[in-house]
């Protein structure tokens, strides 16, 4: 069985920074895609970050420069570094796997976890 747990989120002053994690099991980790996603109030969730098995990372615009994905293969955990938050990055942060095409955009994801909350205020 796939799960996918994040860990993470919080309540951070505007400029400030977080560290999402999602530890994931019941699959080939280190072989497939892996991305996060949010989700803000009244929004359609969008893509934020993937990286696909080699390394390869691809952002959203609106983060691009601020937030920073990788991935630990030995210990299946992915990860979000969030730099220089601002108000409209609060959202709800799904992880997700096993993409396919491994871009915010086209990226299709087989397994979700069930997101951490990350609150930015300003």
Known sequence: EVQLVESGGGSVQAGGSLRLSCVASGFTFSSVCMGWFRQAPGKEREGVATIDSDGTTNYAESVSGRFTVSRDNVMSILYLQMKSL?????ALYY??????????DAGTPLDWGQGTQVTVSS
């Open 86 to 90: 601002k108000a409209e990055d609060t």
């Open 95 to 104: 992880c997700a796997s096993d993409l396919g095409p491994c871009t915010v």
